[in-house]
């Protein structure tokens, strides 16, 4: 069945560094692409980045444009979510998805937080000093 396992969550000091990583299985992994999102306490879930399933194309909220590096590894089946100069309010519980077909977009070209049918059980990242 399809699987997706996300890992490389914990604390961190503001301006530190993690590195979330999201294995699957149970599908022809590089014909999908795969979505990052994140849900602090009290707050909707917010999409964050989303990859292209050959790697080619990115895309990023402005909330972390600049900060956050997503990458893939198709051989290894893991999609990667760097993330540099985090801060308190990237604290949230982190979750990949995967969205049916290769593109982050859809038919009107734009990138939204929709169409995701499989999702990974989360992991928490907590900035705090």
């Known amino acids: 069945q399809v699987q997706l396992v996300e890992s490389g969550g914990g604390l961190v000091q503001p301006g530190g560094s993690l590195r979330l990583s999201c294995a699957a299985s149970g599908f022809t992994y590089d014909a999908y692409a795969i979505g990052w999102f994140r849900q602090a306490p009290g707050k909707e879930r917010e999409r964050i980045s989303c990859i292209s399933s050959g790697g080619k194309y990115t895309y990023y909220s402005d909330s972390v444009k600049g900060r956050f590096t997503s990458s893939r590894d198709n051989a290894k089946k893991t999609v990667f979510l760097q993330m540099n100069s985090l801060k308190p309010e990237d604290t949230a519980v982190y979750y990949c998805?995967?969205?049916?077909?290769?593109?982050?977009?859809?038919?009107?070209?734009?990138?939204?937080?929709?169409?995701?049918?499989?999702w990974g059980q989360g992991t928490q990242v907590t900035v705090s000093s």
């Open positions: 998805a995967r969205r049916p077909g290769t593109s982050c977009t859809g038919v009107t070209g734009q990138w939204t937080g929709a169409n995701y049918d499989y």
